[in-house]
């Protein structure tokens, strides 16, 4: 109980946005930075925003700041909607510059793979930085599969995305992931499936656009199970923007998997073309990671004192 309560002491120390002083060189300011590979989608946005907006409802006295490590969809957004959103080492700079001392890193990156690894850098080269150029505090939290219990969280809360569809027993969900080609976090999707098919055996399948599982692996998966007769296909994706769209659910492109999977005989097919950062069970989970990352920091202090 005492290791419990001296995290959530820390806990507040870092989200405290200002205390009560004196001297105004001693104010505490803290600030979260929600990380996405972003859209210029209007419609995929929602996504994004809806994370962002839950990390603002669970922390309202901290600032919650956003930004896109695409710089292309920055650029685009840039000269199409006239809005400037940072990327991630412009943001980290912006905090700094404004006297923010202890900042969260929030990415909204499904696995611990390049586009992470990258976020990772960036903090973690601010984070060696000491005197008026660094942070007293600058943590980054871990992606969403990360791991066994991840998936299992995340298995639970497709199964209760997808809870009306799978009402019908001949139904199957196919999602479509990005995939990271030759890194080990690509493996996460395995686990994912693993874990789907230990609380839902035969009704998800898991494939990815630029690594494995692909869309044939599905395909193989799929002729095992002759009771299936419908399909939903749905992106495991936070937004869901071009990759959706197109590579999934695109009526013109002969290599979309909605027209490769019709050649493959199955011609009752429907789609669900909404991201993951649109589910409020997905949100709530999100803002979870945030929870972790403190808790899991407390305890490293607290054991470096113990010793």
Not at 23 to 31: F, H, M, R, V, W
Not at 88 to 117: F, K, R, W
Not at 188 to 217: C, H
Not at 252 to 281: A, C, F, Q, R
Request: proline content about 4%.
């Amino acid at each position: 109980m005492q290791k419990f309560l001296l995290s959530i002491i820390l806990f507040m120390l870092i989200l405290t946005p200002s205390l009560s002083s004196a001297n105004e060189a001693d104010e505490i300011k803290s600030a979260m930075l929600v990380v996405s590979f972003g859209t210029s989608v209007p419609q995929a946005r929602k996504a994004i925003d809806n994370l962002v907006e839950a990390v603002k409802n669970e922390f309202p006295s901290v600032d919650v700041r956003l930004s896109f490590t695409s710089n292309i969809i920055r650029r685009k957004i840039q000269k199409e909607q006239g809005q400037f959103i940072p990327n991630p080492s412009q943001a980290l700079a912006q905090l700094n510059d404004e006297g923010y001392s202890h900042v969260i890193v929030i990415p909204t990156h499904m696995i611990p793979g390049e586009e992470y690894d990258e976020i990772k850098d960036v903090v973690e080269s601010f984070g060696s930085m000491s005197g008026k150029f660094g942070f007293d505090e600058l943590v980054l939290c871990r992606p969403s599969l990360d791991g066994v219990k991840d998936c299992e969280r995340i298995a639970d809360i497709l199964i209760k995305r997808f809870e009306q569809q799978l009402k019908d027993k001949d139904t199957a969900i196919v999602l479509m992931g990005h995939g990271t080609p030759e890194h080990f976090a690509n493996s996460q999707y395995l686990q994912l499936q693993l874990a789907l098919n230990q609380k839902a055996y035969g009704r998800f399948f898991i494939g990815t656009v630029e690594a494995a599982p692909m869309i044939d692996d599905v395909l193989a998966d799929l002729k095992r199970h002759q009771e299936i007769k419908k399909l939903v296909l749905s992106p495991l994706m936070i937004v869901a923007g071009d990759h959706a769209h197109n590579d999934l659910a695109g009526k013109d492109d002969p290599d979309s998997w909605l027209n490769i999977l019709k050649k493959n005989g199955y011609n009752n097919i429907s789609t669900y073309l909404v991201g993951l950062g649109e589910d409020e069970n997905f949100a709530r989970y999100f803002v979870r990671k945030v929870y972790d990352v403190v808790l899991e920091n407390a305890d490293l202090a607290l054991s470096g004192e113990s010793d």
